[in-house]
């Protein structure tokens, strides 16, 4: 674990690239050779053994890190560099916080390489995403409430990731902000609705790690302008 962390440590901007969505060749390159510090290979639909290992194998031409984050086990792929696991925190169906989980151990056994893994704590917080329907998500929370799940993460569980998940939408950077700033150990992901440099900047602020997912399909230009933006903006 010690060496996931000092991996994931490094990471302050990712693109996460949803192996269900078409992306050519000219657009991948250009994510992958960005200056981002990893791709996170993820979706909460659609994902599938094949377009999985379809994604990985184009990926894997490019030096930059890959990690799967696993959200449907029949589609875990092996040759990734990390597998991270979310968690879901502010649900009240624990299918989404162990139950999979349990299933997908008793599945894999031995075979699974811990010293590759990495828990995500997820607080979920767009209602209308996918990921807060799928999961039954109590996404209408505020800071104080978002702080406190951050603390169970943080001080309780010791989690290693905690990922303010905001997708489709830009959030609310007190909110992050309240998060990040009672964690004493885990490291905060933030992603959801970045599609410009000003709000890359906003996130970046507030959180060790910025993820920037859709608008790699929206505008690929402006995706790839977050890269710098995030690098060059100190932490709060
Ligand atoms: C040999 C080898 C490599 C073995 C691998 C070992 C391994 C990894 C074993 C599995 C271990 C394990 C404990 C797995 C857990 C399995 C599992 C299915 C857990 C449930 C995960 C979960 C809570 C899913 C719910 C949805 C969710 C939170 C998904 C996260 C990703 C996400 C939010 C993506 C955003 O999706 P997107 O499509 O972009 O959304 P929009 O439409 O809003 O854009
Ligand atoms: O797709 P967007 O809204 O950028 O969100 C990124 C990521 O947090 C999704 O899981
Ligand atoms: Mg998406």
Not at 15 to 35: H, T, Y
Request: hydrophobic share 40%; charged share 20%; glycine share 8%.
């Amino acid at each position: 674990m010690e060496n996931v962390k000092s991996c994931l440590s490094s990471w302050r901007h990712v693109f996460k690239l949803d192996p269900d969505r078409e992306l050519n060749d000219e657009m991948l390159d250009a994510i992958c050779m960005s200056g981002s510090d990893a791709i996170l290979v993820g979706g909460s639909s659609g994902v599938t053994y094949e377009n999985t290992v379809d994604l990985l194998s184009r990926i894997r031409r490019y030096e930059i890190p890959c990690a799967l984050e696993v959200s449907d086990l029949e589609a875990v792929v092996p040759g990734f560099d990390l597998y991270l696991i979310p968690m879901v925190l502010n649900t009240n169906d624990t299918r989404w916080l162990v139950g999979q989980h349990q299933q997908a151990i008793e599945q894999y056994g031995f075979m699974i390489p811990w010293d590759m893994l990495a828990a995500e704590g997820y607080i979920i917080l767009n209602g209308e995403s996918t990921a807060a329907r799928v999961t039954g998500a109590e996404a209408g929370l505020n800071s104080r409430e978002a702080a406190a799940y951050a603390q169970i993460a943080d001080k309780l569980m010791r989690l290693p990731i905690i990922y303010v998940e905001y997708s489709g939408t830009f959030g609310d950077m007190e909110l992050v902000q309240s998060i990040y700033r009672t964690v004493s150990q885990s490291q905060v992901f933030y992603g959801g609705g970045i599609d410009d440099v000003s709000k890359a900047r906003q996130a970046a602020r507030v959180s060790h790690t910025v993820v920037v997912g859709n608008v790699v399909y929206d505008n690929w230009a402006a995706a790839l302008e977050t890269v710098q933006a995030v690098k060059e903006t100190p932490l709060s």
